[in-house]
């Protein structure tokens, strides 16, 4: 999108865990050197923790990468699961096909695995986010030695997760699996000369360097927001390239950053692309220096009354589904249920989107809907306070079913800023037959969103395998995917 405007090779700054842009910090070659080691000789167990977006993802993909042939490896991201799913989810990444039945025969396929592996070989399993994990599936793994013969000697596990993995395993059920984990990493933010290092670091990889891509005050501006997380300094990078590219400025500068970061605070999600119209009023003949500040008020009003007639135009020449005239948000929170990840307390300039993208990596309106629905105290979703304290729920798929009345089920396929994104779940083939209701909830004082439900499922295990085929067609954006609009 911006890379031709910028020089750059490709995207420096892509979200993604790409191995070729890791940046080696003190702390994390550290980390590295310590896992391949216990991997190569085969230490047991191995934890390796550390903050949201601290890269840790990053590192296993690149520590995979140097493994040779003889290390099988399944990397498991969804970790919220059963012990059987977890088992099946192993079997997929192996590309093989699971075994019905029990987790006696789960099991007992898995050993038949290690019995097959060749001699020196061994299966590494990756499970990422282990902070989810449930205590009981946590336990199933303590006891794999005791259930598989060949699990001591060819299988090794490595659990990647956030500092509350290490606080999970504290739990007296969990002394077996805590005895076992033989090794233990964990790794930090980045100082603020290793972030500017990362920048650097990132840009020369597509052709480019932090002086000539940012100004000074722009970098500072980033280290004292980013506080040293990788993963806030790419989205500030990202958008910064993409607010930069479209007032057409080879330079980032602390103007863009933080027009950038207002953005990312706002509760309420915003286009990330810039808008052409901005550099069309910059190259209008305003009176510099002291009409600037005049200039800026202007543009915004101008721009504002464009969008708004635009929006105006695309609502009344497209035709919108009606929300539903039944039912209503309350009626569905009632009969919801889910787990909590943690209380927090508000902290000076957070805000719902913050958190979620803190807690979740992500920001969309669902996301931010499953916030609401555990603060229900929360009318305004511009309006929370500081020293406030908010729960933040846990991802999983029982949030997204409601139990009715008449003892069906209806899940909730995503929180939307428009009605246009049911359209695609009416073509989607798993729901052939379902109704698709649309459920208005209003925000805040002036925004809408929009619930997309659909049933009627005669059960709650109907529920869950439609929810999977929908995940796995990335339909789902509460796991961070959202459909396409035609």
């Excluded at 934890?47 to 296993?60: C, H, W």
């Excluded at 005050?217 to 927001?225: E, F, G, K, M, P």
């Excluded at 990202?238 to 602390?254: M, P, Y």
Aim: charged fraction near 25%; aromatic fraction near 8%.
């Amino acid at each position: 999108m911006y890379n031709g405007f910028y020089g750059f090779s490709e995207k420096p700054f892509d979200l993604a865990p790409d191995p070729k842009f890791l940046y080696l910090s003190p702390c994390l070659r550290n980390a590295m050197v310590v896992m391949y080691d216990g991997i190569t000789n085969r230490k047991g167990f191995i934890s390796f923790t550390g903050e949201v977006g601290a890269g840790k993802t990053t590192l296993i993909h690149f520590l995979l990468g140097r493994l040779d042939g003889k290390v099988k490896t399944a990397f498991i991201s969804d970790s919220s699961v059963s012990f059987k799913d977890l088992l099946r989810n192993v079997f997929l990444e192996l590309g093989l096909k699971a075994v019905k039945g029990n987790n006696e025969s789960l099991l007992g396929q898995l050993n038949d695995y290690l019995e097959g592996l060749s001699e020196g070989e061994m299966l590494v399993i990756i499970i990422d986010e282990a902070q989810n994990l449930p205590n009981e599936v946590m336990e199933e793994l303590a006891r794999l030695d005791e259930m598989i013969p060949r699990a001591s000697n060819r299988l090794q596990m490595i659990f990647v997760g956030q500092p509350g993995f290490e606080d999970n395993l504290n739990a007296p059920s969990l002394r077996q699996l805590q005895q076992r984990i033989s090794i233990r990493c964990q790794t930090r933010n980045f100082t603020e000369e290793e972030s500017r290092e990362y920048i650097d670091y990132r840009l020369k990889l597509v052709g480019s360097s932090a002086s000539v891509a940012f100004t000074p005050n722009a970098i500072s501006t980033i280290l004292i927001h980013a506080k040293g997380i990788p993963r806030a300094i790419n989205v500030l990078c990202d958008n910064a390239f993409l607010t930069g590219h479209g007032l057409s400025r080879k330079r980032i500068d602390a103007e863009i950053i933080g027009e950038v970061i207002n953005k990312m605070e706002s509760p309420i999600l915003q286009k990330s692309s810039p808008t052409k119209i901005v550099p069309a009023l910059k190259r209008l003949d305003w009176k510099p220096l002291r009409f600037g500040f005049l200039q800026r008020r202007i543009s915004f009003v101008i721009l504002s009354l464009l969008c708004l007639g635009g929006l105006i135009l695309l609502i009344h020449a497209s035709p919108q589904p009606n929300p539903t005239k039944t039912g209503n948000i309350e009626s569905i929170r009632k009969h919801r249920t889910g787990a909590l990840e943690e209380v927090v307390v508000v902290e000076e300039g957070q805000t719902i989107s913050s958190l979620s993208q803190k807690y979740y990596r992500m920001m969309n309106p669902t996301l931010l809907d499953l916030i609401l629905d555990f603060n229900p105290e929360i009318t305004d979703a511009a309006l929370i306070q500081v020293n406030q304290k908010i729960k933040i729920p846990k991802i999983t798929k029982e949030w997204m079913i409601s139990e009715s009345h008449d003892r069906t089920y209806k899940i909730h396929l995503g929180t939307f800023g428009s009605t246009e994104f049911a359209k695609p779940y009416k073509n989607e083939p798993a729901l052939k037959g379902k109704k698709i209701e649309v459920f208005p909830r209003k925000v805040t004082s002036q925004d809408t969103w929009y619930r997309i439900i659909v049933g009627n499922f005669s059960s709650r295990d109907e529920a869950v395998r439609v929810i999977d085929l929908l995940k796995e067609k990335r339909l789902l954006p509460l796991f961070g995917n959202t459909p396409k609009i035609e």
